[in-house]
Nanobody, 125 residues
Framework: QLQLVESGGGLVQPGGSLRLSCAAS????????VGWFRQAPGKEREGVSC???????NYADSVKGRFTISRDSATNTVYLQMNNLKPEDTAVYYCALDRDLSGRCVLGQFEYDHWGQGTQVTVSS
């Protein structure tokens, strides 16, 4: 059974850092792309970053240079390292799985068919 479980969210001051984890089970990470998304209150869910089975990645312009996505195949976990956090980064963060085998890595939510439960990130002083 495919399952994604996020962790690592919390409250952090502006300029601080957090590392989110997405623990995957029921499949082998390198086979598919995994994406991170976020949804702030009253806003649509938006793509933050994704990592292909090959290991290459994409980022939303709003997080480039601040966020880094990575993958540990030994533990079947995808990470999102978030540095220099801003209040506008406050949201529920989700990881999701794209089972397309073409090698794509997209930031559109409708390409992803399995989602975790989300973890809250709050950036506030």
């Amino acid at each position: 059974q495919l399952q994604l479980v996020e962790s690592g969210g919390g409250l952090v001051q502006p300029g601080g850092s957090l590392r989110l984890s997405c623990a995957a089970s029921g499949f082998i990470l390198p086979a598919y792309a995994v994406g991170w998304f976020r949804q702030a209150p009253g806003k649509e869910r938006e793509g933050v970053s994704c990592i292909r089975g090959s290991g290459s990645s994409n980022y939303a312009d709003s997080v480039k240079g601040r966020f880094t996505i990575s993958r540990d195949s030994a533990t079947n976990t995808v990470y999102l390292q978030m540095n220099n956090l801003k209040p506008e980064d406050t949201a529920v963060y989700y990881c999701a799985l794209d089972r397309d085998l073409s090698g794509r890595c997209v930031l559109g939510q409708f390409e992803y068919d399995h989602w975790g439960q989300g973890t809250q990130v709050t950036v506030s002083s």
